[in-house]
């Protein structure tokens, strides 16, 4: 199977588990009887979506970083900076979520 191939495999199937979760927001908005439902929803996809993209990063930097690796030893560090720097965007959905939770 080709690279996209597993991706949109693995997208669709977050995908499923984002919206498996956000029938539990739908069921605290019926508990609560507030206006927090579109907060829980939207915290739910940003940070899937922050978990997604990351992945996809990780992926494509670390493969690069491999490859680079193998013909230049020394480029060790600077390829886990650049690995680092990659991960980094599942953090930044994280924060923002938190953010979004925050508010309600």
Same mark, same amino acid.
């Given at each position: 199977? +080709?690279?996209?191939? +597993?991706i949109?495999?693995?997208?669709?199937?977050?995908?499923?588990?984002?919206?498996?979760?956000?029938g539990?927001a739908?069921?605290q908005e019926?508990?609560?009887?507030?206006?927090?439902?579109?907060?829980?929803? %939207?915290?739910?996809?940003?940070? %899937?979506?922050?978990?997604?993209a990351?992945?996809?990063?990780? %992926?494509?930097?670390g493969?690069?970083?491999?490859g680079?690796?193998s013909?230049?030893p /020394?480029?060790s560090g +600077?390829?886990l900076i650049?690995?680092?720097?990659? /991960?980094?965007?599942?953090?930044?959905?994280?924060i923002i979520?938190?953010?979004?939770?925050?508010?309600?």
């Amino acid at each position: 199977m +080709r690279d996209e191939g +597993r991706i949109g495999l693995v997208a669709k199937a977050l995908c499923g588990a984002c919206l498996a979760c956000a029938g539990s927001a739908f069921a605290q908005e019926t508990a609560a009887a507030g206006g927090n439902m579109w907060a829980y929803i %939207s915290a739910a996809i940003v940070a %899937s979506v922050g978990s997604i993209a990351a992945g996809i990063a990780v %992926s494509f930097v670390g493969a690069a970083a491999m490859g680079a690796m193998s013909e230049k030893p /020394e480029l060790s560090g +600077r390829a886990l900076i650049y690995v680092g720097l990659a /991960e980094g965007i599942a953090i930044y959905g994280l924060i923002i979520a938190i953010m979004i939770l925050n508010k309600v």
